[in-house]
């Protein structure tokens, strides 16, 4: 009760703030959803209910959502809670820690994924009769000396944690430092049932490259140091749709500089321009399958950690990536063939032969299917 106070006590002070954030498309209806009850209401009562971030972490459980049946889902970001609700018609926006006490409702299982780590939330599904899961359990390298100096309070956590399945050793060590018990090592669950492409895109170019996932900075500083060569088409895919209109921009002035072809993926020309802006989610994928080289972004500037690799290793694509991924180490270890580079050592990439990707040990998706049923 103290921690749920205490909890309230911090929303009362950034309320304020969070009322002038609600005033930005990104946060409209998370915010308000979140931190003010607004059109979020309890939830049915279901078997099974899954804890995701965002977009990625969604996709990533919808083929365990799927083969599991009768589930719910609850989000933080706007974008998760679209995909989510591609998945089941069941989805909330997680509330604030204060409001799960009388939010939270009934289900045999709770099922987070990786580093959602909400007290409230386990310790109600747990005094509710729920089993609980933390599924693809990570502690990165960036983050474990923060988590260690909240120790108590992680201990304190997962004694409502039945049972953690990490993605590696590294993160079982880490984990068990910080309380965890019951912890077993099944592999990434993003190498299990990967995305697989919607749509069949003609290739129109000898080579195909892709700035993947893109944030601030990474697009304008890669192609300052980008130069393409004839048979080459480049594909700009940023990864939030808010900065569209900002790349959008940038891609403009860098092919009218070179004197390329230029469209946007949302205008349907066939992208038969030599440079092509991705201004619609969900593409990524069926993208990666024609394209020879990814650069993959979120890894080039600090503080974000970089993003998920292997849904362009599956295709084999050469991979090209920045070496800030704090993030996705222990994914990035399941995959040969990645080069890490800084800005500058990117044109000497595209000019070298470059090896394939390919997968390495990937995670067992029947075994974590029935770790989450209860059946081993």
Partial sequence: MIYTFFCFIVLCVVAPFLALLCLRSKFKRSIPARFFLKNNPKFKSSKYHFHACSLGEVSSIEPIVKALGDARISVITQTGFNKATSVTKNVRFLPFECFLPFWFSKCDTLIVFEAELWLNLFKFAKISGARTILLNARISDKSYKSYLRFRFYYRYLFSYVDLVLAQSDDDKTRLESLGAKNVKVVGNIKSTKLPKPTKNYAKHFERSIIIASSHENEEKRILQNLNLKDGDQLFIAPRHPERFGKVDVL??????????????????????????????????????????????????????????????????????????????????????????????????????????????????????????????
């Fill in 251 to 376: 891609a403009k002035d860098f092919a009218s500089k070179f004197g390329f072809s230029y469209e946007k993926f949302s205008q349907n020309l066939e992208f038969k321009s030599k440079i092509v802006l991705v201004d619609t989610l969900g593409e990524l994928v069926n993208l990666y399958k024609i394209c020879d080289i990814v650069i993959l972004c979120g890894s080039f500037e600090p503080g974000i950690g970089g993003h998920n690799v292997i849904e362009a290793a599956q295709f084999g694509c050469k991979i090209i990536s920045g070496k800030f991924i704090d993030n996705q180490k222990s994914l990035y270890a399941s995959i040969d063939g990645i080069n890490l580079a800084d800005y500058s050592d990117i044109p000497m990439l595209l000019d070298s032969n470059l090896k394939s990707s390919s997968i390495r040990n990937p995670a067992n998706f029947d075994e974590i299917l029935k770790e989450l049923k209860g059946e081993k």
